[in-house]
């Protein structure tokens, strides 16, 4: 017998969310300026162009997407470094599916794996332990990018990697913090954002609380919203009400996942194998301790630390409007490349290749 | 890649559960929940591990407030 998950069906009836946006009208048209709501989730990015949930809002009622696309935001450097990793014959590199097609400055791992370069796609970090503990005469390299979601899973298979004793599993990690993005775009007088559908994944490990301080200083709603599509629109209608009472605080809609404290365990296991580092994040610059760095205790399984690689700067797309797009400032539909010369099978930006990329969901779900 | 997907667990040995969704199963640990699972319940699962439970209670609850807020009278 399949087994569904019961509650899913029941947060996409069409009928509740037909109901849900009639109120959103209604409510929408107390505002006296329009709104600007921005997911920072990719799955939120997905899910909103795949239930076409723009056409259900009024006009006055905006949703923009942000940075919430691990891929997305991952700069070209980190793509070269990966590459320079594929040139030594002892490694295997190991990656999630979606950055096997990122292009770098000369190539993309795709090629280079056509090209005969060891590139092994897992499913789990764990996956890549096993190929480590399998190939004892090789080195596994893992490409560690994601949010925190994605950085407690990778902190897990470094703690296997040493439980296990190997020699031969490093991590180049280039992981990122959510909120402290957040809190760059919410300055931005340029978005004028007026509420956020924070992510649901990366809050099941920092809990609601983590948009507290963001929420204080700027006064504005954040609200930690599910990813079905009546989830979405009860987490548009709490922004909704927030801003017609003029409120500022977070609220959490995904109550059946997320909690207010997060993930303790999670939170344990992250602090123990990363510390809080400067990072470059595509479009959006340099931001102070908005990345997460492998601590010296475990420098062993650190990539950066053990290959010492060392790449050319790297060479941006002029074209590519990638940038702006993950800003929210841009939509794809503003990019002179989008579904001409760039498409999911040839992407010339980063926010095409992946699924949760924001042009790329533009292009399967219409423009 | 963060995608993650809600499943039912269906078998668990220690920190390892055979979780299931629309007939797919998959194997996935349980190491990073802070909180017990047993089979049965609902879990969500991402790259190869469960990150969090879904509390079915605060489902019905969110999904009774959904129709209570949202039902064809409330709409002014
Ligand atoms: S359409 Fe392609 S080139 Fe244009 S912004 Fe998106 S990913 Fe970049």
């Known amino acids: 017998m399949k087994h569904g998950v019961k509650f899913q069906d029941e947060f996409r009836d069409r009928g509740l969310v037909k109901n849900m ?21 990719g799955t939120h990015t997905m899910s909103i162009y795949q239930h076409g949930i723009r056409t ?18 991952t700069p070209i450097s980190y793509v070269d470094k990966a590459l320079a990793c594929t040139t030594d014959p002892l490694n295997i590199v190991a990656t999630f599916g979606d950055m096997l097609r990122v292009p770098g400055s000369y190539s993309s791992l795709m090629e280079e794996r056509a090209g005969g370069a060891d590139i092994r796609i897992v499913y789990s970090p764990l996956d890549a332990v096993s ?57 931005d007088p340029e978005l004028n954002l007026t509420g956020y559908l924070c992510p649901p994944h990366v809050s099941t490990v920092i809990g609601g609380n983590a948009y507290k301080p963001l929420a204080d200083k700027y006064h504005i709603p954040c609200v930690v919203t599910g990813f079905e599509p009546a989830d979405v629109m009860q ?58 760095a492998i601590r010296g205790e475990y ?7 053990v290959l010492a690689l060392d790449v050319p700067d790297a060479l941006e797309n002029p074209a590519c409007l990638c940038g702006e797009v993950l800003k929210g400032k841009l939509t794809p539909a503003d990019c002179p490349l989008f579904a001409g010369v760039c498409t999911p099978e040839s992407p010339v930006g980063a926010c095409m290749v992946s699924s949760e990329g924001t042009c790329a969901a533009a292009y399967k779900y219409g423009r | 890649m963060c995608l993650a997907v809600p499943m039912k667990i269906v078998s668990k040995d220690g920190d390892n559960v055979v979780a299931e969704v629309d007939g797919v199963q998959k194997e996935a640990s349980v190491m990073l929940l802070a909180e017990e699972v047993a089979v049965g319940d609902y879990v969500i699962v991402h790259a190869g591990f469960a990150i969090s439970r879904l509390d079915e209670e605060y489902a019905e609850e969110t999904l009774r407030l959904m129709r209570e807020v949202f039902s064809d009278e409330g709409i002014t």
């Open chain 1, 21 to 41: 946006a009639a109120n959103i009208r209604a409510m929408a048209e107390r505002l006296t300026h329009p709104v600007n709501f921005m997911e920072v989730c």
């Open chain 1, 235 to 292: 987490g548009i209608e709490m922004l909704l009400v927030q801003t017609l009472r003029d409120e500022g605080k977070v609220e959490i809609q995904y109550s059946r996942a997320v909690s207010w404290g997060g993930n303790p365990k999670a939170q344990a296991i992250l602090h123990q194998l990363f510390e809080p580092c400067n990072t470059l994040w595509r479009g959006l610059g340099v931001l102070p301790d908005s990345g997460l």
């Open chain 1, 299 to 305: 420098a062993e399984f650190d990539a950066e630390r």
């Open chain 1, 56 to 73: 259900l809002l009024p006009e006055n009622v905006r949703l923009v997407s942000g940075p919430g696309c691990p891929v997305c935001v």
């Open chain 1, 131 to 187: 190929l480590a503990k399998n190939n004892p005469e090789r080195r596994v390299v893992f490409l560690g990018i994601g949010f925190e979601t994605t950085a407690q899973t990778i902190a897990a298979s470094i703690l296997a990697a040493a439980s296990l004793e190997l020699k031969n599993y490093c991590v180049l990690a280039a992981h990122k913090t959510m909120p402290a993005a957040m809190e760059i775009l919410t300055a």
